[in-house]
């Protein structure tokens, strides 16, 4: 079993917060899954990372969605780097997003890059495993100029 190490925040007290966390009340919510579908999804999280199980290497993805419904639901979507055939859908993952690299190993230094990007995404669910793939990337009037923003994919929200 893994542990967890609480490196940086060593040195915070907490203790000021007793009172108030002990009176706090606490409401039970239960969300059901986002459907399969297709979603308008903004980019609010990267992260590179590895995979809990595997050890390997993974680009993870947080996405809020905008619309058609499920505003403000996150999906997830995991690039772990194992092998040339994921190493080949990261590629298309990042050049869906506007981001075009020569090498992987300018992907630390770019991650900013993807932050806020605006995304057309289908959620498939098979079995027990959800997936989600990023079908393309939409510009907003706002993001005329952006790196990546392509004239055809301009969406009014």
């Not at 995991?78 to 298309?92: D, T």
């Amino acid at each position: 079993m893994e542990q967890y190490e609480n490196q940086s925040n060593s040195n915070l007290d907490l203790a000021q917060f007793d009172d108030a966390f002990e009176t706090a009340e606490v409401e039970e919510r239960e969300f059901e899954a986002v459907p399969d579908g297709k979603y308008q999804v903004n980019v609010d999280r990267v992260e590179l990372t590895r995979a809990q199980t595997s050890g390997n290497p993974m680009l993870k993805w947080t996405l809020r969605i905008l619309a058609p419904s499920h505003k403000g639901r996150l999906l997830w979507r995991n690039n772990v780097m194992a092998s040339n055939e994921n190493i080949k859908w990261l590629k298309q993952d990042l050049f869906t997003c506007g981001l075009q690299l020569q090498r992987l190993s300018d992907l630390p230094g770019q991650l900013e890059q993807l932050l806020n990007v605006k995304l057309e995404v289908t959620k498939r669910t098979r079995g027990e495993n959800e997936n989600i793939y990023l079908n393309r990337r939409i510009v907003l009037a706002d993001d005329v100029g952006a790196p990546g923003a392509a004239m055809d994919d301009m969406v009014p929200f």
